[in-house]
């Protein structure tokens, strides 16, 4: 995919996939908000290029449909915060409610969708499902640094219907660059540290970095 670096995004209603997936307290605030921080520069992008900015995320793992405590609008204060503007909040990712919020925005707003996981076909990687988010958009950028090894539908699938107008955010741009930077040619010696909550999901990442790293150090969550 290319990068939005060089392109102007002027005019154009911009799907952007993030990772919102950000951890929050049992008054469900947020306790660590860098995601969302480092998501800023590829919707400041938009903004400052005269788009509108479609934010969709997944957050937490939901069972089957709503949850409160799984909602993206326990985000839309602090990106508001951040981005230092308002932020609209479209209560479904899909459908004709969200297209209605769509067209209502002019160039340089940005409007936050609802959590892709309340609906089971965005793990499930369901084309229907893929179809109907990339209705939302003219061009789809994937910033989910944190989601891009889920072939989901947002993730994924969604691709096949932006054959010419699919890109990476500034954000994984800058992590594949430097991840390519640190494993084509290292600087001896070459250290690894891993952490995370869910260190089954990072078995491979480790299984790949045995015969490229000197040392490897593996923290919690
Ligand atoms: C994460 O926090 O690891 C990512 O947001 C992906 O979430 P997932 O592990 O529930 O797919
Ligand atoms: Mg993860």
Known sequence: MKNIRDISLKNKKVLIRVDFNVPLDKNLNITDDSRIRSSLPTIKKVIADGGRAIIMSHLGRPKNGFEEKFSLKHTLKRLSELLKTKVRFSPDCIGENTLADIYKMENGDVLLLENLRFYSQEKAGDNSFAKQLAALGDIYVNDAFGTVHRAHASTAIITNYFPNNKYF?????NEISSLEKALKNPKRPFTAVIGGAK?????DVITSL??????????GG
């Open 169 to 173: 955010g500034l954000l994984l741009n």
């Open 210 to 219: 045995l015969d490229k790293v000197d040392n490897l150090i593996i923290g």
């Open 199 to 203: 260190i089954t999901g990072k078995i």
